[in-house]
């Protein structure tokens, strides 16, 4: 048995009912949909690979964060993300429970607007020709994104500042707030497996 038959028969036992109360029943059904709905994701990531999905320790562990992240009521975008990782680094063999735990915790937190923000930036950064310079890049993402999706420039300002947290976004920003903001070799390293304007297209979430 593989990994993606593993994760088959857990779609399928998903929406299994368990006895209880009215409110129980009700919970579980909640959360069982979200389980589904997930799985349903990942197995569409893992049937794009080809090749043997052994199911290690590892595997399993990051399975089971991953399917907590869904309970937890992750958008369909994030979760998107973390199946994407999950998939890629299955396929390398290089899928790492302890590694893949720190990753889950920060795709499960970012909001819309960060993933929005950091996709723009580094395809701004990596798209084609000479990168250009911080300052050049943070222009180009200003100029995209106000007001389109933020509504001021202070406003997409604070989100790169939130996004400093997950180590994609590196700042130079002085005293006076007037510095500038690049995505980093991690975020390179990252949209190699789950490019963020993809995910995008999962733009709901579990709960609804």
């Not at 009215?22 to 919970?27: I, S």
């Not at 309970?71 to 975008?77: D, I, T, V």
């Not at 420039?153 to 510095?179: H, I, M, Q, W, Y």
């Amino acid at each position: 048995m593989d990994l993606l038959e593993i994760i088959g028969d857990m779609t399928q036992s998903a929406l299994a009912a368990t006895p209880g109360s009215a409110t129980k029943v009700l919970l579980q059904g909640a959360l069982a949909r979200r389980r589904k709905a997930a799985f349903e994701i990942l197995l569409k990531e893992l049937r794009q690979g080809s090749g043997p999905l052994i199911p290690t320790d590892d595997a399993i562990s990051a399975i089971l964060r991953y399917q907590r992240a869904a309970e937890e009521g992750a958008a369909r975008r994030n979760l998107r993300l973390m199946a994407m990782v999950i998939a890629g680094k299955a396929f390398m063999g290089t899928l790492r429970a302890d590694e893949f735990l720190y990753t889950a915790d920060m795709l499960s937190s970012l909001r819309r607007e960060e993933i929005i923000l950091l996709a723009t930036m580094q395809r701004i950064r990596t798209g084609s020709g000479e990168a250009p310079s911080p300052e050049q890049q943070w222009t180009l993402a200003e100029a995209e994104l106000v007001p389109g999706v933020f509504p001021d420039k202070e406003a997409l300002r604070a989100t790169a500042f939130a996004c400093l947290r997950t180590g994609l976004l590196s700042d130079d920003n002085t005293f006076d707030n007037t510095g500038t903001f690049e995505t980093t070799r991690y975020m390179d390293e990252l949209e190699g497996l789950a490019p963020f304007e993809a995910a995008l297209g999962e733009d709901s979430d579990l709960a609804d």
